[in-house]
């Protein structure tokens, strides 16, 4: 079945060059087509750059950061921002050591802006509200105050916000234990700081910690706070935890949550088991050796003691997920053998062609009458049928599409600058109607990477 488009009466001269369209130069000036952080967005970093993308090129220097204001909802401007302008996009940054406030609502502004031909823009504002986190808390501490453990024991101290790696990278040590030596490590998917002995107890001996200097993200440091447990080298932690059953499903649209059956342990109690999910994307029919820098491959996630709501992960890739489950006691020994949670395919929110990229392809690329047609650019017509278009070779002999795999699809190569192509990327710049947003790119990028073009 082929796609129906309606398709304008112009000159295809501004689509496959550069040059100026007259259509295109009636109706459409450069408008704002993006902003970073998304208008109405909550829970924003308080310390990163703000983005706003055009359609076309604007005057920019002074001009444009004259154009721009930053101020709390109703409150004062914030001074001395920068803009930088690069590539149709103005990145708004902040003075060094200058941070937002926490849980605020914030305006940006564009006022009396032009574009490169001299056409006034619209003015344009939108707001957002930056992250209110909980003030930096201890979630637990292994071994609890006052308890037994036995000599090969491991000291966890478990936050509820992230810490600040580089702050805690500042001193060796921010579990001192008084009578033990060892190595303490961060580990960033459970905000947990772990002290690893460099032997086992000799004896029953008192060890104190103290946590002293811990940083969240955010900047605010964590009120110290100390305590003591017995270390007792007769006792012998000497069976690894073992799993219970371990499923996984997709709870809402590129979310997974892994749920299992608490472990069982000879000397632990629940609490002090840490449980860590592994979650593997699949890539069926993908080329050997195609790597995509863009997307992870896997994602790792992990608690503390057992859980009802389980582990979960949010803000995955599309497609299908292995799963596995792994937990360790307070000891840091691990359980014999991985338990599967099987494989996950998401169902809801996947980028299809019939669904996103057929639309965008008809709007943007066969819009102005350029990819219609056998006399199409590049002879890509863009209203036949997702078969005939991903099995299409582009000039440089790539196909269109490679199943989940950016470098070999050549479709990707026109859209994004930095790869050897012939003629301009598309949509050329001078058909400022058609022009793609970074989120835009970003959806046809998902559709190949992803779903393999599916």
């Known amino acids: 079945m082929r796609v129906s488009v ?15 369209s007259p259509f295109f130069e ?24 703000l983005q706003i993308e055009f359609s076309g090129d604007v005057v920019a220097g002074q001009a444009l950061e004259d154009a721009f204001t930053l101020e709390e909802a109703g409150g004062p401007a914030v001074p001395g921002v920068s803009v930088n302008y690069e590539d149709r996009v103005a990145t708004i940054s902040l003075p060094n050591g200058v941070e937002l406030e926490l849980g605020t609502t914030y305006r940006a502004e564009l006022t009396g802006l032009v574009d490169a031909r001299g056409r006034p823009l619209a003015d344009f504002a939108w707001e957002f509200t930056t992250i209110d986190p909980p003030a930096p808390a201890l979630v637990a501490l292994l071994p609890s105050p006052g308890s037994t453990s036995p000599g090969n024991f491991v000291v966890r101290a478990v936050f509820n916000v992230p810490l600040n790696a580089a702050e805690l990278g500042a001193t060796p ?22 002290f690893h002995p460099n032997a086992t107890a000799d004896g029953a001996i008192n060890v104190t910690f103290d946590l002293a200097g811990v940083v969240d993200i955010y900047g605010r440091t964590f009120v110290p706070t100390g305590w003591t447990f017995l270390a007792d080298d007769a006792i012998v932690d000497a069976v690894r935890p073992t799993l219970g059953a371990v499923t996984a499903t997709e709870t809402t649209s590129a979310t997974i949550t892994v749920t299992f059956d608490p472990a069982t342990d000879d000397q632990w109690s629940g609490s002090a088991i840490r449980y860590e999910a592994l979650l593997t994307k699949l890539k069926p029919n993908a080329p050997a050796g195609c790597l995509d820098p863009f997307e992870p491959e896997t994602r790792r996630q992990a608690v503390y003691g057992s859980t009802s709501g389980g582990i979960t992960f949010s803000g995955l890739a599309g497609g299908a997920w292995s799963v596995l489950l792994d937990a360790e006691d307070g000891s840091g020994r691990r359980s014999l053998a991985n338990a599967g949670g099987g494989t996950v395919t998401f169902t809801q929110g996947v980028i299809t062609f019939a669904t996103v990229i057929e639309p965008l392809l008809a709007e943007r690329c066969a819009f102005s009458g350029c990819h219609v047609g056998n006399d199409a650019p590049g002879f890509v017509d863009y209203t036949g049928t997702r078969d005939e278009i991903v099995a299409h070779e582009g000039q440089t002999g790539l196909r269109l599409v490679t199943p989940f795999c950016l470098e070999q699809s050549y479709l990707w190569h026109k859209l994004v600058p930095g790869y050897d192509i012939e003629g301009p990327l598309m949509p050329p710049e001078s058909v400022e109607a058609s022009a793609l947003s970074r989120r835009e790119r970003e959806l046809f990028r998902r559709w190949i990477v992803e779903q393999g073009g599916n």
Do not use: E, H, Q
């Not at 008084?178 to 459970?190: C, L, P």
């Open 26 to 49: 009636r109706v459409s000036p450069v408008v704002v087509i993006d902003t970073t952080p998304p208008a109405s967005s909550t829970g924003v970093s308080n310390v990163a750059d």
């Open 173 to 194: 040590l921010r579990l001192n234990a008084g009578a033990v030596g060892g190595v303490t490590t961060y580990d960033a998917s459970s905000n947990t700081l772990t």
């Open 6 to 20: 309606a398709v304008l009466a112009v000159s295809c001269a501004a689509c496959s060059a550069p040059g100026d």
